[in-house]
């Protein structure tokens, strides 16, 4: 398959996510444009070290290439789970004391 099939796909996703983020109040449908923009990067990280993977073995079958690209993607997943851990707990505590997970809410913490 083509990596321009992963760009379009990876560039949609991300979109979505920046749009959903921008124009969301809720903070549960923020965290999950968060992950699908980090989930558009994931992709293209895949696809790319797949390319790159593809192309060094052309040159030399015995070389050990693609997998930097997959420790990030690992990297980026273990930074995503600790983002919404923290961040659910957050949202559990503002849903505990104001009853809603409106983000608009939070302009009150300013003062």
């Known amino acids: 398959m083509p990596i321009n099939y992963y760009i379009i796909l990876a560039v ?7 749009a ?3 124009t969301r109040r809720n903070a549960i449908i923020i965290f999950m444009c968060v992950e699908l ?7 293209l990280l895949v696809a790319f070290s797949k390319m790159h993977a593809a192309n060094a073995m052309a040159v030399n079958p015995s070389a050990i290439v693609g997998t930097e690209a997959q420790l990030f993607v690992f990297f980026i997943m273990v930074v995503a789970a600790a983002e919404v851990s923290v961040g659910l707990a957050i949202i559990v505590m503002m849903y505990r004391n ?4 409106d ?4 302009n009150r913490l300013k003062h």
């Open 12 to 18: 949609a996703l991300f979109s979505i996510g920046v």
């Open 20 to 22: 959903g983020v921008l």
């Open 37 to 43: 923009m980090l989930n558009a990067v994931n992709l």
């Open 98 to 101: 104001i009853h809603s997970v």
């Open 103 to 106: 983000v608009n809410f939070l």
